[in-house]
């Protein structure tokens, strides 16, 4: 630990951080770190309704909505600039399914971008970072998923299968289940130990990882009841020191 965190969830984070590399944070936890509750966590949810479809899937589903946007942190500022728009791109050795090809996704919204429980988000997880590396400044890319799934197509929050995103933090932030079942979440060391196992249920939920050390994977989702919509809303958060 190379900078002190006052806060008890931000200084427990922090510890797993430094020590195995993959910590889960419950949603009590992020909610007193960021001070929101359960109504402001179901109002930012409505930003999940604005995605957009897409269509860069090489498995040819269409079940993943997405936008796309970056920040620059300030961390011990609280600074949050929102970068220009530009293409999302990840080599092959990184997104063996994907990777290779620049990515156009639409943009985040403007209120979604400009949302004061995302900011705080940001920034505290930003603070957290810091204080396990000592980075100063942070490139913060955010990717808003709603994984569908339906009776002719089951959903895939990582397509991939177990693997790293190439930056030096990841996390994932559940946002809500509709009428899913599955989309569990595993961590894992570099060899392949299980580090630890859990299905983000509770808007807030929040799974942090060192991708520098550890591996992460989802399962797929499926719908409990055929009929009706069903989807899982996360919001990954991908750290990259500057």
């Known amino acids: 630990m190379t900078t002190a965190v006052a806060h008890p969830v931000a200084v427990a984070a922090v510890n797993a951080l430094t020590g195995a590399g993959g910590h889960l944070m419950p949603a009590?936890?992020?909610?007193?770190?960021?001070?929101?509750?359960?109504t402001d966590w179901a109002r930012?949810?409505?930003?999940?309704?604005?995605l957009t479809l897409d269509t860069h899937m090489a498995d040819g589903g269409t079940?993943?909505?997405?936008?796309?946007?970056?920040?620059?942190l300030d961390p011990a500022?609280?600074?949050?600039?929102?970068?220009?728009?530009?293409?999302?791109?990840?080599?092959?050795?990184?997104?063996?399914?994907?990777?290779?090809?620049?990515?156009?996704?639409?943009?985040l919204t403007d209120a979604f971008a400009g949302d004061a429980l995302l900011r705080s988000?940001?920034?505290?997880?930003?603070?957290?970072?810091?204080a396990v590396d000592g980075t100063a400044a942070w490139n913060v890319k955010l990717h808003p998923y709603r994984i569908s799934a339906s009776a002719g197509q089951t959903g895939q929050p990582a397509p991939e299968g177990r693997h790293r995103d190439g930056v030096t933090f990841i996390t994932s932030l559940m946002?809500?289940?509709?009428?899913?079942?599955?989309?569990?979440?595993?961590?894992?060391t570099d060899e392949g130990e299980h580090l630890l196992t859990t299905t983000l249920s509770e808007p807030g939920d929040l799974l942090l990882g060192d991708d520098r050390r550890t591996l992460h994977s989802v399962t797929p989702?499926?719908?409990?009841?055929?009929?009706l919509a069903a989807h899982r809303d996360v919001l990954v958060i991908a750290y990259t020191a500057l």
């Open 28 to 38: 009590a936890e992020l909610s007193s770190l960021v001070g929101v509750d359960a």
């Open 44 to 50: 930012f949810a409505a930003h999940w309704d604005e």
């Open 63 to 72: 079940y993943r909505f997405r936008r796309y946007g970056q920040f620059e």
């Open 77 to 107: 500022a609280g600074a949050l600039t929102l970068l220009p728009h530009a293409p999302y791109r990840q080599e092959s050795e990184i997104n063996p399914l994907n990777g290779g090809v620049e990515r156009v996704f639409d943009p």
């Open 121 to 130: 988000v940001l920034v505290e997880l930003g603070r957290v970072f810091t």
């Open 175 to 188: 946002i809500g289940r509709t009428n899913v079942t599955g989309g569990e979440s595993g961590v894992y």
């Open 221 to 227: 989702v499926r719908p409990v009841d055929a009929g």
